[in-house]
């Protein structure tokens, strides 16, 4: 079945390193993405990897993908105060282009 | 700005009533999208479109209906409301279907249902 689950809150200090979890149920799942929502805005793709690689970096973003484990991973480096947003992971699977979300993880940068 | 248009931002309506949201997709983009984000559900995928034709559905009630047309903009009719519609609905869109193509998505409509 789909199904994404992350952790819900994560309060990081500006500066450190943020690492926010998810893991996901559907092995066929194609490609994994990392969406940013702020306060009263829509989606923004942040990035995504395809099934088939086990890290991408982009910048301050690097995720990291555990197939085996069906876990995946941002991290994102010297954290900052606009970085405060809700954090999404989700699937697409290989049988159509919807997008399955997790619950989205909040993440507070203190300065 | 990713290009993604939806109107109106945010409905206010009773209970029984009919809505339309409107989404414009991105210049070129033949693909569209509707999600609901809701509190309890958080956000689902409700249908898809491409080209003018239905091509995936998921948790989308019976109440609810889309339509996709020639100019490629989309309409979302939610009938026959009930308190718990109550919801922000995205509309996205992508250049085509299936792949690694972005979804690019709306600023949402923020449904109040009283």
């Known amino acids: 079945g789909e199904d994404v689950e992350q952790s819900l809150f994560l309060s990081v200090r500006e500066g450190d390193s943020s690492v926010i979890n998810c893991t996901y149920t559907?092995?066929?799942?194609?490609?994994l993405y990392w969406y940013k929502q702020e306060p009263g805005a829509g989606l923004q793709l942040l990035t995504y990897?395809?099934?088939?690689?086990d890290m991408k970096q982009d910048q301050r973003l690097t995720v990291l993908l555990n197939k085996k484990d069906k876990h995946l991973s941002l991290r994102i480096a010297d954290t900052q105060t606009g970085d405060s947003a809700i954090y999404f992971c989700?699937?697409?699977?290989?049988?159509?282009?919807?997008?399955?979300f997790g619950a989205g993880t909040i993440l507070r940068v203190k300065s | 700005d990713s290009g993604v248009t939806q109107t109106p931002k945010h409905l206010i309506t009773a209970t029984g009533q009919r809505v339309t949201l409107r989404c414009s997709p991105r210049?070129?983009?033949?693909?569209v999208y509707w999600y609901q984000q809701s509190l309890d559900q958080g956000l689902q995928f409700l249908i898809q479109y491409y080209n003018g034709e239905e091509r995936a559905k998921g948790n989308i009630l019976e109440r609810f209906s889309a339509q996709q047309f020639p100019d490629l903009h989309s309409e979302l009719n939610l009938s026959s409301l009930e308190l718990g519609d109550s919801a922000l609905y995205f509309c996205a869109s992508s250049l085509s279907s299936g792949g690694a193509y972005e979804q690019f998505f709306g600023p949402g409509t923020r449904l109040t249902v009283l």
């Open positions: 989700a699937e697409s699977l290989s049988y159509g282009n919807k997008l399955v």
């Open positions: 210049s070129g983009d033949l693909s």
């Open positions: 559907d092995s066929s799942s194609t490609y």
């Open positions: 990897i395809f099934s088939n690689m």
